[in-house]
Nanobody, 125 residues
Framework: QAQLVQSGGGSVQAGGSLRLSCEAREYYKNGRWMAWFRQVSGKEREGVAGFVIGYHGVYFADFVKGRFSVSQDNAQNMVYLQMDGLSPEDTAMYYC??????????????????WGQGTQVTVSS
């Protein structure tokens, strides 16, 4: 069964940086949408970034405010979320997602069929 395998994350102080990785395997195909989401315990999962494999443009949620970037590695079938300028409000479980029903609604978790296992990001003040 096709999977999304995540790595990275961890704990960092406010203002620090972290990079999350997602091995997309069979989902890493040109023209396919993928996304990064995050979820705080007890709250709904929210979209962080939506993007298309093979294209440079990325849609970011407003709260990102230029702090995050997304990159792709064709040789490794990997996508990355580079997070800089982290604040305690960024503390959450982060997920990569693939196989979207409607790209125009990429920010909605119910639009996505496949999820990575999640990785915890904790930012201390």
């Amino acid at each position: 069964q096709a999977q999304l395998v995540q790595s990275g994350g961890g704990s960092v102080q406010a203002g620090g940086s972290l990079r999350l990785s997602c091995e997309a395997r069979e989902y890493y195909k040109n023209g396919r949408w993928m996304a990064w989401f995050r979820q705080v315990s007890g709250k709904e999962r929210e979209g962080v970034a939506g993007f298309v494999i093979g294209y440079h443009g990325v849609y970011f949620a407003d709260f990102v405010k230029g702090r995050f970037s997304v990159s792709q590695d064709n040789a490794q079938n990997m996508v990355y979320l580079q997070m800089d300028g982290l604040s305690p409000e960024d503390t959450a479980m982060y997920y990569c997602a693939a196989d979207v029903d409607n790209p125009k609604e990429w920010e909605l978790p119910q639009s996505w069929r496949k999820w990575g296992q999640g990785t915890q990001v904790t930012v201390s003040s």
